[in-house]
């Protein structure tokens, strides 16, 4: 079967078309949605509460999702902070350090202050595209100063 889907990866939308064994579908789905989900501090904070990240199999499980990584896969990701987070919580102190709320608020504080930032330089950099399309052709003028005597 053919997985497709609209990336959103950094703003673009773009078809991602990738050759997958029917058998292996229902697979890469739950777990690009267990990826994705990653970036929810919350949703980190809530698995850390009820001792998951205390578990043998589950730490495996991260471990083993770290494929993602791979830009064959990565590709698919609609959100690329879960990345960051998934190689995180290959840290011990890190998956104990979730288990506080102001560690959580601190990841969420720190993921809008990257969005913000990230949002506000796009605009500009569309805004510039546009102004620069706008002129292209267009001779500039400049006036010519006059030496001060």
């Known amino acids: 079967a053919v ?16 050759e997958v064994p029917d058998e292996n579908i229902q697979r890469f789905t739950v777990e690009l949605e267990f990826v994705q989900c990653l970036a929810n501090p919350e949703y980190l904070n809530y698995l850390a509460q009820h001792n998951y990240f205390k578990e043998e199999e589950f730490v495996n499980y991260l471990k083993y999702l770290q494929y993602w990584k791979d830009p064959k896969y990565a590709r698919f990701i609609k959100y690329p902070q879960c990345l960051q ?51 292209d052709g267009k001779p500039e003028i400049r006036m010519k100063e006059e030496p001060q005597s």
Not at 105 to 133: C, D, G, P, Y
């Open 85 to 135: 987070l998934l190689e995180l919580l290959q840290e011990p102190k890190f998956r104990n350090e979730l288990i506080n709320v102001p560690c959580t608020r601190f990841i969420q504080s720190q993921q809008m202050q990257h969005w913000s930032h990230h949002f506000r330089r796009r605009a500009n950099l569309v805004n510039n595209s546009a102004a620069k399309k706008e002129t």
């Open 3 to 18: 997985v497709s889907t609209q990336s959103g990866h950094y703003g673009r939308a773009e078809d991602v078309v990738m």
